[in-house]
């Protein structure tokens, strides 16, 4: 589980979208509602979008049977509004946890929070 975690990181930093079939189910559960991965597809397209050069670096996973939890390090400049923030051409580094479950060795839940409240005090500083 530690090391198809750290492949899906590593299709999110290096934009490697096409492979999301590799790690998200046909349908999931996102946020409580039932999505299909092209759904999964277009949220994270559209956060790389306002932020191009957003980054993802997991400082800590744990791993209990089917279900993973993440504390990651997000790290980029918007460039369009993202969090209720809008740009300022300022950089962030936020925290963000994030919640999973997988079946068949794919995610069949995802869930995350960001500290967007640092966000905006880092991009409104």
């Known amino acids: ?28 559960t996102y946020f409580g509602d039932r999505v299909t991965r092209d759904q999964i597809f277009a949220a994270i397209s559209s956060e790389i979008e306002a932020i191009p050069d957003l980054s993802w670096e997991v400082t800590d996973l744990s791993v209990h049977g089917d279900d993973l939890a993440a504390r990651l390090v997000n790290r980029g400049t918007p460039v369009k509004p993202w969090l209720g923030v809008e740009p300022t051409g300022r950089s962030f580094e936020i925290v963000e946890f994030a919640v999973y479950r997988t079946s068949g060795g794919r995610f069949v839940h995802m869930a995350n929070l960001h500290d967007a409240e640092m966000l905006a005090k880092q991009l409104n500083a």
């Open 1 to 28: 589980m530690h090391a198809f975690y750290a492949r899906y990181i590593e299709a999110l930093n290096t934009r490697e979208l096409h492979r999301l079939d590799e790690f998200v189910s046909d349908e999931v």
